[in-house]
């Protein structure tokens, strides 16, 4: 099992930055995959940002530029920093792992909301 806990989440206003965190229970180095979705309601859950342990991130063509995929091995913690928030950026945020054995795990999920 791997737990993972999202954090960083809020109300902010149009144009506003917000930094969102997720903590794994296992080394992030050891992870096949790492990112980030969000979902609104009546919609499917997208991507928003990946990182595959082959070195490559990939970004929602929609989103680059404005957000960004940091991460940190040695806290175990991976972070979507996401600049110039726009209303249609609401969403709940949730990371997502796969593992080196194929199985995925799913945060809990932190609410975005951007005011206009």
């Known amino acids: 099992q791997v737990q993972l806990v999202e954090s960083g989440g809020g109300l902010v206003q149009t144009g506003g930055s917000l930094r969102l965190s997720c903590a794994a229970s296992?080394?992030?180095?050891?992870?096949?995959?790492i990112g980030w979705h969000r979902q609104t309601p009546g919609k499917q859950r997208e991507l928003v940002a990946s990182f595959s342990r082959g070195g490559s991130t990939n970004y929602a063509d929609s989103l680059k530029g404005r957000f960004t995929f940091l991460r940190d091995d040695a806290k175990n913690t991976v972070y979507l920093q996401m600049n110039s928030l726009k209303p249609e950026d609401t969403a709940v945020y949730y990371c997502?792992?796969?593992?080196?054995?194929?199985?995925?795990?799913w945060g809990q999920g932190t609410q975005v909301t951007v005011s206009s």
């Open positions: 296992v080394s992030t180095s050891t992870l096949n995959v």
């Open positions: 997502r792992v796969i593992t080196n054995y194929g199985r995925i795990f």
